[in-house]
Each structure stands twice: as C-alpha cells, then as structure tokens.
C-alpha cells in the first residue's frame, strides 16, 4: 500500500483495519464493495475501496492486515 500524500509504502503488517462496511449490489447481490477505514503505524489514516468480486493484489494484501474490529 503506498501513501499518496506522503510517498511512502505500507507492508500489510504496517496496516490495521479500524472499520469496515460492505455494500452489496442493488440487482445482484454479487456484485459487493468493501471500503475499509485504516490506519497505518505511523499514524496516518485512510480508506481503502475493494470490489468483492474477484481475486486481486488488494484482496491479498488486506487478508493479512490485522482487524481492529
């Protein structure tokens, strides 16, 4: 994850998840979004905007990212 205010590049395990809502699709429940609230070990916040649908880097890097929830 890299930080565009600042530059700067986050490992998973630099990552936390403070929230997170999913969305589901209007018509078809499949098609689902997740925004995730996270903050990283420096301090900064942010948010992060994943389609749920299909396998990706982000889907990854977040599986290992710790859940404050």
Request: with cysteine; aromatic share 12%; charged share 25%.
């Amino acid at each position: 994850m890299i930080s565009l205010k600042k530059d700067i590049r986050f490992h998973s395990n630099e990552v936390r998840i403070v929230h997170y809502y999913r969305f589901e699709g209007a018509s078809n429940p499949e098609y689902t979004s997740i925004i995730y609230i996270i903050e990283c070990n420096n301090g900064e916040k942010g948010t992060l905007v994943d389609g749920f649908d299909t396998t990706t880097e982000t889907d990854n890097f977040m599986l290992n990212v710790k859940n404050q929830e």
